[in-house]
């Protein structure tokens, strides 16, 4: 099994694009620099390999670079705002902050939900039962701030999923999949609208092209009410990653297209058996 994340191969980008990205990567690497000896100094648990943190960054610049339309000076603005946004917010530190974690487990409680397995391009697959998330119970435990501190710890975990399957199939993966399931939703998760304002401004800001897939299962009748008032602030990139599957056998189908069927629990079609709950891989 390989044991490190595969070497970012500039030769793969054209030309004009090479050129860029060493324009961004030079104008960038005391920024980066400094960044590394601030990550080092953390100290964390899990301790930064320099080599390999030098071939993320790469596939950082690239991402970024692709989601700024290769546009050199907002992608270098783009890149130093989110490095300082990490270090204002302990972006680094959140995986290990044991309150933190502690938070997670409540929320995965109220919000049925599972880290399970991966689709057939290998991107780290997440589960959620949206329809049944508890809104009252969560916002009478946690404050928005607290919630998006625990979206930003999910895209952490996400990136960290990516970052070890990289290392287990020898290709690099980058991004993450996502299954909402829908079933049950009611107008009352509206309430989550500026929670999800604010998430969706931290995906597209220092988070970009880390969604692969998104698919919406099960949607109610209140569906086109809820998409009417969400999309708004949705990037046009991002829309075109998101697939709503209706009710009925075709969603099963459709899931399978994307995801083995070892890879799914039994309620969407698939025959995970690997789950210590399984059949039951999403208990609510």
């Given at each position: 099994?390989?044991?490190?994340?595969?070497?970012?191969?500039?030769?793969a980008?054209?030309?004009?694009?090479?050129?860029k990205?060493?324009?961004?990567?030079?104008?960038?690497?005391?920024?980066?620099?400094?960044?590394?000896?601030?990550?080092?100094?953390?100290?964390?648990?899990?301790?930064?390999?320099?080599?390999?943190?030098?071939?993320?960054?790469?596939?950082?610049?690239?991402?970024?670079?692709?989601?700024?339309?290769?546009?050199?000076?907002?992608?270098?603005?783009?890149?130093?705002?989110?490095?300082?946004?990490?270090?204002?917010?302990?972006?680094?530190?959140?995986?290990?902050?044991?309150?933190?974690?502690?938070?997670?487990?409540?929320?995965?409680?109220?919000?049925?939900?599972?880290?399970?397995?991966?689709?057939?391009?290998?991107?780290?697959?997440?589960?959620?039962?949206?329809g049944?998330?508890?809104?009252?119970?969560?916002?009478?435990?946690?404050?928005?701030?607290?919630?998006?501190?625990?979206?930003?710890?999910?895209?952490?975990?996400?990136?960290?999923?990516?970052?070890?399957?990289?290392?287990?199939?020898?290709?690099?993966?980058?991004?993450?999949?996502?299954?909402?399931?829908?079933?049950?939703?009611?107008?009352?998760?509206?309430?989550?609208?500026?929670?999800?304002?604010?998430?969706?401004?931290?995906?597209?800001?220092?988070?970009?092209?880390?969604?692969?897939?998104?698919?919406?299962?099960?949607?109610?009748?209140?569906?086109?009410?809820?998409?009417?008032?969400?999309?708004?602030?949705?990037?046009?990139?991002?829309?075109?990653?998101?697939?709503?599957?209706?009710?009925?056998?075709?969603?099963?189908?459709?899931?399978?297209q994307?995801?083995?069927?070892?890879?799914?629990?039994?309620?969407?079609?698939?025959?995970?058996?690997?789950?210590?709950?399984?059949?039951n891989?999403?208990?609510?």
């Open positions: 099994m390989t044991t490190t994340s595969p070497l970012f191969d500039i030769n980008l054209d030309a004009e694009h090479q050129n990205f060493h324009t961004v990567y030079n104008e960038l690497k005391p920024n980066h620099t400094s960044y590394l000896q601030y990550k080092l100094n953390l100290q964390l648990k899990n301790k930064v390999n320099t080599e390999e943190e030098e071939n993320e960054w790469c596939y950082e610049l690239h991402r970024f670079l692709r989601a700024r339309k290769w546009n050199v000076t907002h992608t270098i603005k783009s890149i130093r705002e989110m490095i300082q946004w990490r270090i204002d917010n302990h972006v680094d530190l959140i995986l290990e902050d044991q309150p933190m974690i502690l938070r997670m487990h409540i929320i995965r409680k109220m919000a049925p939900s599972a880290h399970h397995g991966y689709t057939k391009a290998g991107q780290p697959l997440f589960i959620e039962k949206f049944l998330v508890h809104v009252d119970k969560l916002f009478n435990r946690f404050t928005s701030e607290e919630l998006i501190q625990c979206h930003i710890y999910w895209l952490e975990f996400c990136c960290q999923r990516a970052r070890e399957r990289s290392r287990q199939l020898g290709k690099h993966v980058e991004n993450f999949a996502t299954i909402y399931d829908l079933h049950a939703c009611r107008l009352e998760l509206t309430k989550f609208l500026h929670v999800f304002k604010q998430s969706v401004h931290i995906d597209d800001n220092f988070y970009p092209e880390r969604l692969g897939q998104m698919f919406l299962i099960n949607p109610p009748m209140i569906f086109p009410i809820l998409w009417d008032l969400a999309k708004y602030w949705l990037d046009p990139v991002t829309k075109t990653k998101i697939h709503v599957i209706k009710k009925g056998p075709e969603t099963s189908t459709a899931l399978l994307h995801i083995d069927s070892d890879q799914l629990p039994h309620e969407y079609g698939g025959t995970c058996h690997s789950c210590p709950t399984a059949p891989c999403i208990p609510v």
